[in-house]
């Protein structure tokens, strides 16, 4: 039950961190190439939900468990797991925003944003089934 109680308070930070995003960027970026160019509110909601899955993924330290990810290696530092979630929520907006300024269609591009999105939180979702959570 307090695992229930935690993943429920982590959820809701993470959407009250994305409506926040969201909020703060509702005249979304526009491309200096292509000023009709705007990234798409779902890349911060996908940056939320990215965030939240490197605090969980931080949390591993306190754990017996190892990180399964190759890329971070089974005991990750800090500062490895921070640099990884920094390059990769770059690299995703990097695409998405390179998607939008190519006028690639919306539903291609929302497609891309639903998958990252599960992704994330599919992640999240195991990490709280372990036991793991966001931690400040």
């Not at 703060?24 to 939320?48: G, I, L, M």
Request: glycine share 6%; no cysteine; charged share 15%.
């Amino acid at each position: 039950m307090k695992r229930l109680a935690m993943l429920i308070e982590d959820t809701f930070l993470a959407i009250a961190v994305g409506a926040l995003l969201l909020l703060a960027s509702s005249h979304a970026f526009a491309d200096e190439t292509n000023p009709n160019a705007k990234t798409p509110a779902t890349e911060w909601v996908y940056q939320s939900a990215a965030f939240v899955d490197m605090l969980t993924t931080l949390d591993i330290r306190h754990t017996k468990l190892q990180e399964l990810n190759p890329i971070l290696g089974p005991h990750p530092s800090d500062a490895k797991v921070v640099g990884y979630f920094a390059a990769a929520g770059l690299l995703h907006w990097a695409i998405t925003r390179e998607l939008v300024r190519e006028n690639v269609p919306a539903p291609i591009v929302q497609t891309w944003e639903g998958l990252g999105i599960a992704l994330e939180v599919g992640v999240v979702g195991h990490n709280y089934s372990l036991g793991l959570h966001a931690r400040f």
